[in-house]
């Protein structure tokens, strides 16, 4: 009986009250849940780790889910488990989600159908739970909301890190100049390995002058920015005639001149993978996995943690000295 008490249950991560790192609580005894009509259970392998999870932690959100609750949205792993109506999967199927109804920092995760997706035998688990967020929303901020075209040149700003490294992937498969931002030289080597045609080191004090010494009088036509609460007021400076900036990650408020804005008829626009309809992720997903058979969409890993470190990824993924791919969850 003690065993078959212990077969329904899982370590999750989960968070009682809005806070820092330590409300992060790793529990051995959370019920493994069941997939209802549509959905899917996922015995979890790998799960990514992204900023937006520290923010939705912090209580410093717009979207703040009901206590408590575990997080984690990019899982890759095995499916468990069936609900009624599910046909597109089965049992031992290897896949990666783009979400998850129930959290991804478990051993199970409970998960949309529709948000599922085969995970190519090309990848391991610790790649396909780096594709998720990173991969759907550069795709989404280059094309969906960037309209970005071949022959286009964009400047990936903060290209080492999960989002970074998979603008540069997408970007130079689709035909464009790819200009890449590093803090660190391993991170520009990696930038560079992935896709960018130039990089630069975003902590040498003149590095903007150096960017609008390559690009010349004509500027970049697409910005990609990670940190536009640092970074936007330049961005401006450094466009093309109608170019843009999509606004892709923020860490609080920025002054800005919006006279420089109408010099170029340059635009800035927000992206949220949050709001993608399922038409739009569908796309998303149809590219994607044309780009893992095509074999340029290859997700770079880069620190490991177990569940156990939890707090230490999350302190990480805000305050390392420079991002070297996607950070994962084993």
């Not at 959100?61 to 899982?75: E, I």
């Not at 998720?132 to 960037?146: D, S, W």
């Not at 969409?297 to 990824?313: H, R």
């Amino acid at each position: 009986i003690a065993m078959a008490a212990t077969r329904n249950v899982m370590r999750a991560v989960r968070v009682f009250e809005f806070g820092g790192p330590e409300v992060l609580k790793l529990q051995s005894d959370v019920v493994i849940p069941n997939p209802k009509e549509n959905q899917v259970l996922i015995k979890v392998l790998a799960c990514g780790v992204n900023p937006v999870e520290t923010y939705i932690r912090s209580g410093n959100y717009a979207r703040k889910p009901a206590l408590p609750y575990t997080p984690g949205s990019d899982v890759a792993g095995v499916i468990e488990g069936v609900g009624e109506h599910v046909t597109a999967f089965k049992k031992g199927d290897r896949v990666f989600t783009i979400g998850t109804i129930s959290g991804g920092y478990a051993g199970y995760a409970v998960a949309a159908a529709n948000s599922v997706f085969p995970l190519s035998d090309k990848l391991d688990f610790r790649q396909g739970a780096a594709i998720g967020i990173p991969y759907f929303t550069a795709y989404r901020a280059l094309f969906q909301k960037g309209h970005a075209k071949a022959g286009e040149s964009v400047l990936v700003h903060g290209a080492s890190g999960g989002v970074g490294i998979a603008t540069c992937q997408i970007a130079r498969a689709c035909g464009l100049k790819v200009l890449g931002t590093a803090g660190t030289e391993e991170g520009m080597n990696m930038v560079l390995r992935n896709g960018a045609h130039q990089a630069f080191n975003h902590r040498e004090a003149n590095y903007i002058d150096k960017i609008k010494e390559y690009t010349g009088m004509g500027g970049v036509d697409i910005i990609i920015e990670m940190l536009s609460n640092i970074n936007l007021a330049t961005d401006l400076q450094l466009l093309s005639c109608a170019g843009r900036v999509m606004v892709v990650g923020c860490r609080g408020p920025i002054e800005i001149n919006p006279r420089d804005t109408m010099s170029k008829e340059s635009s800035i626009i927000g992206v949220s993978l949050f709001l993608a309809t399922e038409e739009e992720r569908h796309e998303c997903a149809t590219a994607l996995l044309d780009g893992i058979e095509a074999g340029w969409l290859k997700p770079i890993v880069g620190s490991e943690y177990p569940l156990e470190k939890v707090a230490k990824a999350h302190e990480d993924i805000i305050h390392s000295s420079g991002a070297r791919g996607k950070m994962v969850l084993l």
